[in-house]
């Protein structure tokens, strides 16, 4: 869909993940080749627009029995580096699917905190400087570098931001949420507790704190992923506004901070004061004309406007939606959600990953866009009509949550959201593992429905434990291990989009800043990147 506010009408949106760390041999990793960077690379291309890979440079290993993460330079690291750096010149397209080369610093992230550093160009250094100074000073001699902060909320000195050591040049991006929480302030929403080993997050290294300190940086958030897999729904996303997808284009849309981050659903988030979009600086004599337009995945509950880390206002959208009654062409988002299914903690010895193969068909109208929801290899949802898809969902057994790295639980759920353009009363359909279920789009904005495969759950219960229905006590446990896929609420469009103005009559008189932040009924986050205003009224106070 096009640019939805007249600002932004000469760039275009694009997604990536910009923090997909992925690791050399270790112990969890196999060896890192060209083939297992292959697939990495097609997963990211099947459903991102650009992917600046993070190569993780350390190394964990037993000492005395005791788990430990290596700090510094290790002569494999380069071997693997030599790997990644072509994987990532191969992969590059212009115009289809951009590649970054980055890395994660491996100096002294306790002082200084954890950094990203990317490159415009291929084949580039990875850099082994033991200070963050000496990082940014020869990020500077390249003159295409960059380095952006994550998880900058943990204790400073224990892995957060020091604010004291930034040079907003180098690092005019800063990382506000990835799979461990959110690093936007105290007493904020998803607070940075997610990884109980680096929490929890404390105030001192905060985004809030960064900008408060006068820094200019834009906001993004992207997924901390450890798993190879790029773009994991839930973890954080980066939006870019580019003029086209080539490297240069993105990588002036990094510098001039034409960015913002979304927790998972890809809200589209347009955000303009006094005609100046994400990331401006200006001057201004007049008030701060403030007016946000979002486009969502799901309904909008509240639009909040944040003026110097404090909310200035906010818009609530719930309850000024109502469902359409009279039959009439509707355009709405229907969400469609895979996983659950057997858990081994029941005792089962083995759990194989659930395939489900489908479709989502539609008597009448049109399917408009499709927005993947994957969180690990094997998805694919293809649009092959104007009013049918076809969509292969792989989901992995579910697995405890790891302290370290809490983004697993994810790899259970797979999906995708459906924009559709309909007759109240036509149908549509679903198709999934022999499964079919027909329901109007009427009923589908009244109501949530879901397949549930129990007798698969009976049979592979009857085959591992050799019980049978009248043999357990419980029938929950059938009910409980059911692989399952839920069909939500339809939204209409008056619920999922939005326009908001209002007017700052009177901002601080000096410098202030600007973000947006749009949380969903579902629970899905977007912050925008910052607009400062430098003001100075026409006739004094």
Known sequence: MGNLMKEYEKFRL??????????????????????????????????????PIAYYPFEWYFKNGLLIESCGHRDRFL???????????????PGKFVTFLGYEWHGNRRKYGDHNVYYLKDYEPLDSSETLPELYENLRKTGIAIAIPHHTAYQVGERGKNWDFHDEELSPLVEIYSSHGSSEGCDTPLPLEHNLSMGPGVSGGTVQDGLNRGYKFGIIASGDNHNDYPGVWGNGLMAAFATDLTRESLWEAF???????????????????????????????????IRVEVKGSHAIDRIEIIRNGEILRTYSHSGRWSLPMED?????????????????????????????????????????????????????????????????????????????LAQHHRLNL?????????????????EADSVSLSFSLKDALKNERIIALTEESKAMIFDQFGLSPEDVENPDVF???????KIYRAIPYEGYHVKFSYTDEKPKEGENYYYVRVTQLNGQIAWSSPIWMRYKPKFGR
Not at 263 to 286: Q, V
Request: hydrophobic residues 40%.
């Open 414 to 430: 797979q999906g995708a959201i459906f924009e559709i353009e309909d007759h109240l009363e036509s149908l549509i359909t679903i």
């Open 328 to 404: 009439q062409v509707v355009q709405a988002k229907l969400r469609i959600q895979c996983g659950w299914g057997p858990a081994s903690r029941y005792g089962f010895k083995k759990i194989e990953p659930k395939i489900w193969k489908g479709s989502l068909k539609l008597t009448d109208g049109r399917i408009i866009s499709i927005e993947p929801c994957f969180t690990y290899f094997g998805q694919s949802v293809k649009q092959v009509s104007e009013r049918e898809c076809n969509f292969r969902f792989t989901c992995q057994p579910r697995a405890p949550i790891s302290p370290l």
């Open 479 to 485: 009910w409980h291990n059911a692989w399952k896929m």
């Open 255 to 289: 510098k001039k901070r034409r960015v913002y981050g979304v927790t998972g659903d890809r809200i589209e988030l347009y955000f303009a004061i006094n005609g100046h979009i994400m990331g401006e600086i200006f001057n201004s004599r007049e008030p701060a004309d």
């Open 79 to 93: 071997k693997d580096w030599k790997i990644i750096q072509e994987a990532v010149a191969k992969a590059y397209r």
């Open 14 to 51: 694009f997604w990536g993940d910009s923090h997909t760390n992925v690791h050399g041999k270790d112990l969890r990793f196999p060896p890192l080749t060209m083939k297992r960077l292959e697939k990495i690379m097609k997963a990211a291309e099947d459903h991102l627009d650009f992917f």
